[in-house]
């Protein structure tokens, strides 16, 4: 029997887990609706000619979120690296809007 599974170990580290997973869970329902508000932002960029990825924006996201992980203790590279993964999909939702896709 290893450590995890032993009587002692083992509902402790359940529940960890189930905590664990309910953050996943909401982590999920979160992205989602953030993919629901860029996709009305790209319908509005389509719409009216905007370009699909703002430079300046991403910026400032980038710095905002890094001054919030450093405060939560995140490392903020792993933050950047996070956000820049969800704008490349932003984008890529964007220039599809703007292709009719």
Do not use: W, Y
């Not at 979160?30 to 860029?38: G, V």
């Not at 703002?54 to 405060?71: H, N, W």
Request: aromatic content about 4%.
């Amino acid at each position: 029997m290893t450590a995890a599974n032993s009587p002692a170990v083992a509902p402790e580290l359940q529940q960890l887990r189930d905590s664990i997973d309910n953050i996943d869970a909401a982590l999920i329902h979160m992205l989602a609706e953030r993919f629901k508000c860029t996709q009305q932002v790209g319908k509005f960029k389509a719409k009216h000619g905007v370009a699909a990825a703002d430079p300046a924006r991403e910026a400032q996201q980038i710095a905002r979120l890094r001054k919030l992980a450093e405060a939560s203790r995140l490392d903020p590279d792993f933050a950047e690296k996070f956000l820049n993964f969800i704008v490349k999909e932003v984008i890529r939702h964007h220039e599809a809007h703007r292709a009719g896709v």
